[in-house]
């Protein structure tokens, strides 16, 4: 089992077998260092594939609930420490011919903060998410100018679906006031006066990965040759050739 923090705030952290500490203190074995975070926050322990979180400190939050006593993990939980909050899913590996190794995956959108308590934060947005003000949003934003449930999002091919949840004052894309609309990267989303902006991690790293294109090296060519031909006839002509 792994824990990833939303956001990207923290790395992924892989369960070992036994028990994991989490907390502020500088020798848990998760630091996390945010206000709110007991020095030993909770526990989790991990024997073979039974996994379960024991709350040491308040608020711990299992699915949005209060959690106050051991509770057994499965894989799609979400688990908040405070304002810290993490998803538990399955180790995701694939196995060559070699060894076995990690897979990591790049969210193929990212909700950036850009102003108010989100700024500087990002949300990977790998499915449908709710941003609002009550603490089960995916992207808590805890502001009274902020409905409850303001804006639900949902990633597609051709970006982000953004849909209004009759929120009182409003949701906008690039500065216009939306029930409903296609978010794309680069764009400004903004819930009343809470901006986010749009990236597209996982395109900008295929498109950096990606080799040069052949006909760019046709190209290439072909104005060399061109060029050869140019200067044969430039060398012919001052010889007396023409």
Do not use: W
């Not at 996390?32 to 020095?39: R, T």
């Not at 993490?86 to 694939?94: M, N, P, T």
């Not at 989100?118 to 992207?139: K, M, P, S």
């Not at 040069?212 to 140019?230: E, F």
């Amino acid at each position: 089992m792994q824990l990833i923090f939303a956001g990207g705030e923290y790395p992924p952290f892989t369960l070992p077998e036994g028990v994991t500490s989490i907390g502020a203190a500088a020798d848990a074995d998760v630091v996390l260092a945010q206000p709110g975070i007991a020095p030993v926050h909770a526990r989790v322990e991990r024997r073979g594939d039974r996994v379960q979180v024991q709350p040491c400190a308040e608020p711990v939050r299992l699915n949005g609930h209060p959690l106050r006593e051991a509770m057994v993990l499965k894989s799609g939980d979400t688990l908040e420490f405070a304002s810290v909050r993490c998803r538990v899913i399955r180790d995701q590996v694939e196995s060559d011919d070699r060894n076995t190794r990690m897979r990591s995956t790049v969210p193929r959108y990212v909700l950036r903060g850009v102003s108010g308590p989100t700024f500087g934060r990002n949300f990977a947005i790998d499915g449908t998410i709710t941003l609002g003000r009550q603490a089960d949003c995916e992207v808590c934003i805890p502001l009274g100018e902020i409905s409850r449930k303001h804006a639900r999002l949902k990633p597609t091919a051709d970006g982000v679906r953004v849909e209004d949840l009759g929120s009182a004052n409003g949701t906008y894309i690039n500065g216009k006031r939306v029930r409903g609309g296609m978010l794309k990267p680069g764009d400004e989303l903004a819930l009343d006066t809470v901006r986010f902006m749009l990236l597209a991690p996982a395109v900008e790293a295929l498109a950096t990965a990606a080799p040069p294109k052949r006909h760019s090296h046709l190209l290439r060519i072909g104005a060399l040759a061109a060029l050869a031909i140019v200067l044969a006839l430039l060398i012919a002509k001052s010889l007396g050739a023409f």
